[in-house]
């Protein structure tokens, strides 16, 4: 029990730091969910900010979750490189819960994208070549980074199936299906809000005329 406890503490706690915002307040001294989509996510970062820092962002938020579950990990006693099991499960799903409603910021937070996408990639490893290889193609074909890294969500259940069935490949399966589900909800008020500022041109929504080009 006590286990479950630290799991939820350190994934909630880790996953709650801001870096988005800490950039944008660093850095412009704007609150970042205040401007642009009024997302706090390295792409809204990389618009309102810079480059630099939306570099930074993606990296902090790709690596909460897996320090949040090395930590529990190495705290329980268990090999830092494991299989997948409820305490890591339930640690990488506090994350995400701390990016999407950070204490700190009075759990106003982003859409926890990045941080599941970290989380998923360490589970799956073995899988980053082709995930990276589908988002570069996708990136090169629509210029739209959210929609590139939003396939690697859907890509991720897959992944789980093909290479990893046979290593604890089923809860793999249902714990990346979770992720996507709830990180598509989430975006749904702001493919809404797209939709609706291209005149109900999906084609738009998702292909963009270059990287700068948002809505």
Do not use: Q
């Not at 990389?46 to 897996?66: F, M, P, Q, R």
């Not at 399966?173 to 996507?180: A, D, K, R, V």
């Not at 909800?185 to 609706?196: L, V």
């Amino acid at each position: 029990m006590i286990n479950i406890v630290i799991a939820i503490i350190i994934g909630y706690l880790l996953g709650s730091i801001p870096s988005a915002y800490l950039a944008g307040r660093l850095r412009k001294g704007v609150d970042i969910r205040e401007v642009g989509s009024k997302n706090m996510g390295a792409m809204n970062v990389y618009y309102e900010v810079g480059l630099v820092e939306a570099v930074l962002v993606t990296l902090a938020d790709l690596s909460k979750g897996i320090g949040a579950i090395l930590l529990v990990r190495w705290l329980s006693g268990n090999p830092l490189i494991s299989p997948f099991d409820f305490l890591t499960g339930l640690t990488g799903v506090a994350a995400v819960m701390g990016h999407v409603f950070p204490v700190f910021l009075k759990f106003r937070g982003g859409k926890g994208g990045a941080t599941a996408i970290g989380i998923l990639l360490f589970l799956m490893s073995r899988a980053i070549p082709f995930l990276v290889i589908v988002f570069v193609i996708a990136l090169l074909v629509t210029r739209n980074p959210t929609f590139s890294y939003s396939l690697l969500l859907i890509g991720f259940p897959l992944v789980a199936w093909l290479i990893y069935f046979d290593y604890h490949g089923e809860p793999l399966i249902f714990f990346s299906m979770g992720l996507g589900i709830f990180m598509g909800i989430r975006y749904i008020p702001r493919i809404k809000e797209m939709h609706g500022k291209t005149g109900g041109d999906w084609c738009r929504v998702i292909k963009r005329r270059s990287l700068k080009d948002r809505f």
